[in-house]
């Protein structure tokens, strides 16, 4: 969430918005965000990670009550244009990752 933070600028020049999703609750979430320091991402809180799961395909890992990392790169109409699903802290979607599929399914619109 920081890297994308930090390019937001960036990102919205693309046409782009980052929204990031919790299983916790709004207090835990809102703290998260504080202490990240996150501005441009918006977090959303208090997500059902089964729901979640059967929505997306997403890990869950139910001992924990967790949902794994999950990235969706959206193209306009809500195609998904890229998903990245991890189920530890390796295998994620970048900022600059999406930087680069935002521009090539732009150029790919444009033909």
């Not at 997306?56 to 109409?77: D, S």
């Amino acid at each position: 969430m920081v890297d994308f933070n930090g390019a937001a600028s960036l990102l919205k020049m693309l046409g782009a918005s980052v929204v990031a999703l919790s299983v916790d609750d709004k207090d835990t979430t809102q703290q998260l965000a504080n202490n990240l320091q996150l501005g441009p991402v918006r977090m959303l809180h208090s997500a059902d990670p089964d729901e979640v799961s059967g929505l997306t395909g997403a890990f869950t890992e139910p001992q924990r009550g967790i949902l794994h990392a999950t990235g969706f790169i959206l193209a306009p109409g809500g195609k998904v244009a890229q998903a990245c699903y991890s189920t530890g802290p390796i295998g994620r979607i970048t900022a600059l990752d999406t930087m680069r599929i935002l521009r090539f399914v732009q150029r790919q619109r444009q033909r």
